[in-house]
């Protein structure tokens, strides 16, 4: 299985993440664009694993309290094949020690995490291409800006079903309050 650690959002919240996928999609001219069930942030990629167990015992041992993440602007990465666009949140104490719990007990668990450094973001669209006349600025702030209570985290699997790319929650872990 295809595996990795995220935050999950309410309807609600996707409902209003969702905004910011369309306005990038209605300023673009091409590209593949996030569907609103699949919007998460990723805590940590975990890639093929027959390991499950093993992954939800590192969650388990995951220690974070409920928080509260508030979006930022939008940004880019740079793709030869077309660049992928995402939406940002706004530097969070919690966010980090949570991610650093996360990757921390999964190598504790033998899994082999990226060690870039974490850039939390919300991906809207990969291989976006723009019109030539297009201004980069023009995305700007994609979303009005949300506070979002994390109070959870979710192991997800990765699958094609029926040619779309599918995100499914298999294990969920509630932040706890100590």
């Known amino acids: 299985m295809r595996l990795f650690t995220a935050i999950n959002f309410s309807g609600d919240t996707k409902n209003e993440l969702f905004s910011a996928v369309e306005r990038v999609r209605l300023l673009a001219c091409g590209g593949s664009f996030t569907r609103r069930d699949n919007l998460h942030l990723t805590l940590a990629f975990i890639g093929e694993t027959d390991r499950t167990d093993a992954v939800i015992q590192a969650m ?55 060690t870039r450094a974490y850039t939390p973001h919300l991906t809207l669209g990969r291989k976006v291409a723009f019109r030539g006349d297009f201004n980069r600025n023009e995305v700007g702030e994609v979303i009005s800006p949300l506070k979002i209570k994390i109070d959870r985290i979710s192991l997800m699997k990765s699958e094609r079903i029926k040619g779309l790319l599918t995100y499914n929650e298999i294990y969920q872990k509630v932040l706890e309050e100590t």
């Open 60 to 114: 388990e041992l995951v220690s974070a309290k409920p928080f509260v993440l508030s979006t930022g602007s939008a940004g880019c990465f740079k793709r030869d094949e077309g660049d992928l666009w995402w939406l940002g949140f706004e530097e969070n104490s919690s966010l980090s020690a949570l991610y650093l719990s996360v990757y921390g007990q999964l190598v504790r668990a033998g899994f082999s995490i990226d």
